[in-house]
């Protein structure tokens, strides 16, 4: 892999997660100055505001309302819905065009061509998606009969964009040991993808660079002052002093 394709991997990225991710959690974030996007729980609410700052006041009542919505599964998930787009946006020179997988790629450790079913994280599967992706990498393996091409088992392959091996869930697990095929997970994915052993650190570093360059940090502190001046907020407040 050359630096410039390194180069692009990179910027690429930063590009898809500042538009499929960044810019409508920011959009959903801004909404939350307004006490009716929660359903709040004036018990819970002020046990957790003094539990996180030590008191209840409004801006405390405000951040444990805001900080569990934003930094919570919500923005997990959105990272996973966006995986296609993650395919065609940042691997878009490793699209297959074989039916039922996501990329195809000489591998840089053995140089054998691997089709990949392509995962966002180590929890980003279920029971059904093992019978799926078992059925799409049966269908590669009899187009491959069918085609006098030389495929084995560990050149069908689920690629886990992040995590680690020991993360991974029962499912994945499944896809190993029932299957026999290999997932490769994180840095061992983005290895083998590109012969690059830094370049999954590189990514995170990336998309963590689009975040500071947003400058959102203190749009989210505004965020939380406007729903502590709300009266709703403020009432809460006032009941547990």
């Not at 810019?23 to 307004?34: C, D, F, M, W």
């Not at 359903?39 to 006041?57: D, R």
């Not at 993650?86 to 039922?100: E, I, K, P, R």
């Not at 590669?140 to 030389?150: F, G, M, Y």
């Amino acid at each position: 892999m050359t630096e410039e394709n390194k180069k692009e991997i990179l910027v690429r990225a930063q590009e898809w997660f500042k538009s499929g991710i960044m810019e409508q959690h920011i959009v959903n974030t801004k909404k939350l100055v307004s006490p009716s996007e929660f359903n709040i729980n004036p018990f819970l609410v002020t046990y957790l505001a003094t539990f996180l700052t030590g008191n209840a006041s409004p801006e405390s009542i405000a951040k444990a309302l805001v900080y569990p919505r934003v930094l919570g599964t919500s923005i997990t998930t959105s990272f996973g819905t966006h995986i296609q787009r993650f395919t065609s946006d940042v691997l878009s020179s490793y699209a297959s065009t074989t039916s039922g997988i996501d990329i195809e790629f000489i591998d840089a450790i053995d140089n054998r061509r691997k089709y990949c079913q392509l995962k966002a994280g180590p929890n980003t599967i279920n029971k059904d998606d093992v019978e799926t992706i078992a059925n799409h990498f049966k269908g590669v393996k009899n187009l491959a009969r069918t085609n006098n091409l030389n495929i084995s088992f560990n050149d069908l392959i689920v690629g886990v964009i992040y995590g680690d091996e020991s993360q991974l869930n029962g499912h994945y697990k499944r896809i190993t040991s029932q299957y026999d095929y290999p997932v490769l997970v994180g840095r061992d994915f983005w290895y083998h993808l590109t012969g690059d052993k830094k370049l999954y650190f590189d990514l995170i570093k990336a998309v963590g660079a689009v975040v500071s360059e947003s400058g959102f940090s203190e749009g989210l502190q505004k965020v939380i002052a406007e729903l502590a001046l709300q009266p709703e907020i403020i009432a809460i407040s006032e009941t547990s002093l």
